[in-house]
């Protein structure tokens, strides 16, 4: 594993040289960075070939592989997101607070690059190019180790990206791939404390878990997506329809997905065969507790389990509830703190599900599978 270290000892020197560039010149890499991935697309698509052949012939989901699928669409996409970051104010030497002491100290907080990170994470080759722009535009070096099923396309991705940024200053090691996808390596990588300043896991709660459990590094613990919709008893049929299969069906192999939706038990008999047939259209296979199944006969019994599950895939649980209450309790239970929804016309439901739910972002009358950085984060100057 000597390799690692190496690239991580080059890293911390390269992270020395990143953290005190001006705004100018990282916008500069992160701009000849997106050049370069428009410019190499038919090479990136050509390499992502190889993935997607492997991930059919290993039997993977249809929602699995589209997480793996870069197209021509998806790849300006990435570059859009690199030069809208570029776009945004630099965070390093953003003085957060200020205050005097009363012995006349003067104190400042100032946000300042964290060094090196390392990211571990799994499938979508669209995160080489988001962590490689995020880490350039903080200041930060970055060491990413994909996953396997992903490999050809990630080593494409990196090696555009990497030589575009050097090519525009970037220091030598600042941004590396680890292309050894082996399990010992990603240990290894868990546990280089000096040499990289965080740990980043990126991906299912298996993956998590390994990391959180393994790491001696410090960690920030990043979360699996078990998302719901709320549809309340005051909601418009339509939005909450147009929500749900949205949250579902776009894009069912990411964290912000729709996993479970809950329908208040006054609109059930009405609302249920709305949705569900909706849902079924787009070949989402429906899994309903009792009262759902007695309303919509054709599905499957959803179990309990069902409820804690992170399908990534096209599924989805219903629950019919007897009370906004009964939702609120639901979610804090059986969700994971991702994302959640709820679909009304009532101004103090929508102000209780958003106080009382636990989640990182609690939306009203939207779908959850806004929060994405580009959607949320890069939208703020």
């Known amino acids: 594993m000597d390799f690692i270290r ?62 793996l699928l870069l197209t021509g669409a998806r790849i300006d996409d990435m570059a859009a997101g690199l030069r809208k970051l570029a776009q945004l104010s630099d965070p390093v030497g953003e003085v957060t607070r200020m205050w005097k002491r009363p012995n006349g100290l003067t104190i400042g907080r100032v946000r300042v690059p964290l060094g090196v990170i390392g990211i571990i994470y799994e499938a979508r080759p ?77 991906g299912g709660a298996g993956l998590i878990k390994s990391v959180v459990k393994n790491a001696t590094v410090p960690v920030i613990e990043t979360g699996t997506g078990n998302c719901h919709a709320f549809v309340d008893e005051f909601a418009d049929f339509k939005m ?83 009370s906004i209450e009964e939702a609120i309790d639901h979610i804090n239970e059986h969700g994971t703190m991702h994302s959640e929804c709820i679909i009304t016309k009532d101004f103090a439901n929508a102000r209780k599900f958003q106080n009382e739910v636990d989640a990182a972002a609690v939306y009203v009358n939207a779908s959850t599978r806004f929060t994405d950085g580009e959607e949320l984060v890069l939208a703020r100057k």
């Open 6 to 67: 190496e690239m991580a000892f080059n890293a911390k020197t390269a992270s020395r040289k990143l953290s005190v560039f001006g705004e100018k010149q990282k916008n500069n890499i992160l701009f000849a960075m997106a050049d370069a991935l428009q410019k190499e697309k038919e090479y990136i698509l050509k390499e992502n070939e190889v993935d997607i052949k492997r991930a059919k012939e290993k039997g993977i989901s249809k929602a699995m592989t589209d997480r």
């Open 240 to 322: 909450a329809s147009d929500i749900v299969v949205n949250g579902k069906v776009s894009r069912p192999s990411v964290c912000n997905a729709l996993e479970s939706l809950l329908v208040h038990i006054n609109i059930a008999s009405e609302f249920l065969p709305i949705v569900i047939k909706a849902l079924k259209d787009n070949g989402v296979e429906v899994r309903g507790c009792e009262v759902t199944r007695s309303i919509v006969g054709d599905i499957k019994a959803a179990t309990e389990e069902d409820y804690y599950t992170e399908y990534l895939d096209y599924i989805i649980s219903v629950k019919v509830v007897n």
């Open 126 to 202: 669209n995160v080489t190019s988001d962590a490689i722009g995020l880490c350039v535009k903080t200041g930060n070096a970055v060491i990413l180790r994909g996953g396997s099923e992903a490999i050809s396309s990630n080593c494409a991705v990196s090696d555009v990206m990497i030589k575009a940024a050097e090519a525009a200053g970037l220091p030598k090691g600042a941004v590396c791939l680890i292309k050894d996808t082996s399990r010992e390596c990603a240990t290894y990588m868990m546990k280089l404390n000096g040499l990289i300043d965080v740990l980043i896991p990126r």
